[in-house]
């Protein structure tokens, strides 16, 4: 069974920081492109960060260029999500997605596989 399993979520302040991990099973994650997508209460999904299947390659969003950093270590079959400067807005669910493309896509529609999400608040 495929599965992607999210954790590392939780209560932060203002300019703290985080760590979402993604393990999967069940499947070879070192095949697939990875992203992290967040969706705020009452909107819809956002695409945040993106790695390639060998992790040379990572893409952000404006929105979290600079702050948050993408990484995966296939060998565990785990992918990261470091969180810095983080700030209300982006508070969310973060989900992990796998998709097998052969070329990064960013469109939340071409992945495959998503995990069952990891709640991160940012409040004082």
């Known amino acids: 069974e495929v599965q992607l399993v999210e954790s590392g979520g939780g209560l932060v302040q203002p300019g703290g920081s985080l760590r979402l991990s993604c393990a999967a099973s069940g499947f070879t994650l070192g095949s697939y492109i990875m992203s992290w997508v967040r969706q705020a209460p009452g909107k819809g999904p956002e695409w945040v960060s993106g790695?390639?299947?060998?992790?040379?390659?990572?893409y952000y969003s404006d929105s979290v260029k600079g702050r948050f950093t993408i990484s995966r270590d296939n060998a565990k079959n785990t992918v990261y999500l470091q969180m810095n400067s983080l700030k209300p807005e982006d508070t969310a669910t973060y989900y992990c997605a796998a998709t097998r493309r052969n070329d990064f896509s960013h469109l939340i529609h071409d992945y495959d596989y998503w995990g069952q999400g990891t709640m991160v608040t940012v409040s004082s």
């Open positions: 790695i390639n299947s060998d992790g040379r390659s990572t």
